[in-house]
Every structure is written in C-alpha cells, then in structure tokens.
C-alpha cells in the first residue's frame, strides 16, 4: 500500500508529538512492506538542519505560505495535490488544521483517514478566527474522512457525541528502551538523579511558567533542566525566559538552578530521561502526551497534571497536582524528590504500564485495519 502522511511539519521529529508520532508509525508501516510518503515543510527541514532523518519512509517538500495562520492549511493544500498526482492509495490526515483540505481527497475518490491528536481548537494561543477556522477543520475532517480516529479515550468520546459517527481509539505507542549513562550530559554540569528534566514545546499550554514559578518558590537545590522548542510561540518562550533568569544559565552552562537547553534528540534527550529524578508535566491541555509515554518507558517518576488524558496513559502510577496550583506542583516535586524509594516505586510502575499497553507494533497493526476499513468504504 502506498501511503502518504500529511499534516506535519516534517521528519526528523523535534519534540512535537505529532512529528514523533509519524515518524515511529511510518517506520513501523514501512517494516511491514509498505510504502510510506512524508510531507514537510521545507522552513522546517532547514531549521533542522544538520539533524538527519534515518528513517525508511520518503520525505517530500511541497511549498506553502509562511505564518502563524497560513502555514499549516497551504503547506496541507499542497501535499494533498501532490499525493493525488502520485496517486498513493490513501492520505493519512493528522490534526484538524491540515484537515480543512480533507474535501478534496473526497473530490476525487481517495480514501483519507483523519486522526485528532488533540483539541488543538481550545489551546489559549490561538486568536478567536484561528479557533473557527480549526473547528471548522475539525468538521470537514469528521464530514470528508472515511474513518476517523482519536488518540485518547476523552477526545474518542467527545468526537462521537459531537459528530455523530464512528470513531476508532488508537493511542500513542512507546518503545521499550535501555536506560543510558550519564556522559554528554555531563558537559551541562549535570549529575544522574540530580536534576528535575521537563521536556516538550514552549507555549502557552504547556504552562512552563508555572513550573519556573513552582520551581522557585520552593527553592528547589536541584537544577530544572527544560528541553523544549520554541520556533512556534517565541513570545512566550521569552517570558519564561524572563521568569527565570535570575537563576537560568540560558545555554545550559550548569551553574544555574534552572537551564534552557533548546530542542535535543537521539543521545543527549535519552540521557536526559535515563538520569532525570523527576520528569514534570504541568501542560493543562493534551490529547495523548508522547513525553509522558516515553519519561514512563524510562522508569521515571513522573509528575502531571492531574486531567483524564493524563489518567488514560499511567492511572496510578504517577504523581499528580492540582490545576494551576504553585503550592501544590511544588510540594509534590518536593516530595519526590526527597523520596528516592517513592520515585523507584512509581518507575518502575509506570515503565510496565506503558510497555505492556502501547506497543508501537500493535498500535501499527491497528491502524492497518483501520486503512483497510478506509479503503473497503470509499
């Protein structure tokens, strides 16, 4: 079957979940004798520049308009003209932005699958048009596709009261990974089990800010190292920024207590996890957190908000806060971080959660079934 992804900034992932979960299933699909198409965006493989991509799946560039507001549905437009000139015999559709185009796989009789990854339509940095034009997206995806699927439980549910129709749950897969040696991470001044590690964009949603906030006003001794990417939201990456710099060493030089490292992939993000204390979450919007799969995959203690799609992933074994609360994301870093036993004990609980539930081999196979069911409906 040849396939073809839409709806991504492109591979190799930089942190995005969405990147990452494309790039981990096409390898997968690829392995079982497909044959997978990426779309990118050519900004993104620039700003990537350096970093290569391994993968099996082809990746292909097509033009688009730069902006907030206009990259992703232009860049979508033309993906979608291009697929259906090489005639692939199915458009895998990710997010409801890209999916205001999903009409015209449905033009000429292309089977197209759409999966929501999350309800990007609420996150508080879109202005109120941008949230009509992804609620619209949504609708034309949920209208047009000819199956629909959701990484969550939640957002399966939301969807098929909302719409009317069939929606399949396929969650986000992890893979069983080796702890790896503290050695490259060194060079930043830090030590195993001596550092709290958030990992993730830097946006609104993702409430950085409270962590800095939490951080500080318990005056936590350990580093907080944040791993993130900010190309999408520099405005609110320089607040926290700013938040922070009385004890952030922007670089990560190792003599601040909280330390901006930028994106990081391959070695250096699996030292990071393998040696982090805590792994802490504090986004208040999320469909199927890839970081809180992969910390668990780790064996780490990880502390999230305290929300249902968190719950879906790790249920009992993790720590939570309540929403918005800087005394209580910081009494229970606190609290995990001075209990070694505890961390171990939450670990190790969460690591056999995630590999017994979300294999990236079994999470492919579904989405195999579900392309066939695409494919038998058209």
């Not at 719409?163 to 749950?169: L, Q």
């Not at 195999?368 to 695409?374: F, I, P």
């Amino acid at each position: 079957m040849r396939l073809a992804m839409v709806g991504s900034r492109g591979v190799p992932a930089m942190l995005s979940g969405v990147e990452r979960v494309i790039e981990e299933l096409s390898e997968e699909l690829s392995a079982h004798g497909h044959e997978v198409i990426i779309y990118a965006r050519p900004w993104y493989l620039r700003a990537v520049k350096g970093v290569r991509y391994t993968g099996s799946a082809r990746v292909i560039t097509t033009a688009g308009l730069s902006g907030k507001y206009t990259d992703a549905i232009t860049h979508t437009l033309t993906a979608i003209c291009d697929a259906v000139r090489r005639k692939v015999d199915l458009i895998h559709v990710h997010c409801a932005g890209p999916a205001l185009m999903s009409f015209i796989p449905r033009l000429v009789s292309l089977p197209m699958v759409f999966t929501v990854h999350a309800p990007e339509w609420d996150r508080a940095r879109w202005s109120l048009p941008a949230r009509f034009a992804l609620r619209l997206g949504l609708t034309c995806g949920m209208k047009f596709a000819s199956a629909v699927s959701a990484v969550s439980l939640n957002l399966c549910n939301f969807l098929v009261d909302a719409y009317n129709r069939e929606v399949e749950y396929i969650p986000n897969g992890v893979r069983a990974v080796e702890p790896k040696k503290a050695d490259i991470i060194r060079k930043y001044g830090l030590e195993p089990d001596k550092f709290g590690l958030y990992v993730g964009r830097i946006v609104q949603e993702k409430r950085v800010d409270l962590l800095i906030r939490a951080w500080q006003a318990r005056k936590i001794e350990l580093p907080l190292v944040i791993v993130g990417d900010q190309m999408q939201e520099r405005g609110y990456a320089s607040f926290c920024y700013r938040l922070a710099q009385k004890d952030a060493r922007i670089g990560g030089d190792g003599r601040g207590k909280i330390m901006f490292l930028g994106p990081k992939i391959g070695r250096v993000l699996e030292e990071l996890y393998s040696n982090a204390a805590v792994v802490i979450l504090p986004s208040e919007l999320e469909g199927m957190s890839l970081v809180l799969l992969e910390a668990a995959a780790y064996g780490k203690c990880v502390i999230a908000r305290e929300m249902t799609a968190n719950r879906e992933v790790l249920a009992d074994a993790m720590m939570t806060f309540s929403d918005n609360s800087i005394d209580s994301l910081g009494e229970v870093i606190e609290r995990c971080i001075a209990d070694e036993e505890l961390r171990c004990q939450i670990g190790q609980k969460a690591r056999e959660r995630v590999i017994r539930e979300f294999s990236w081999t079994d999470i492919s196979r579904e989405y195999e079934r579900l392309y066939q069911c695409a494919l038998q409906r058209q």
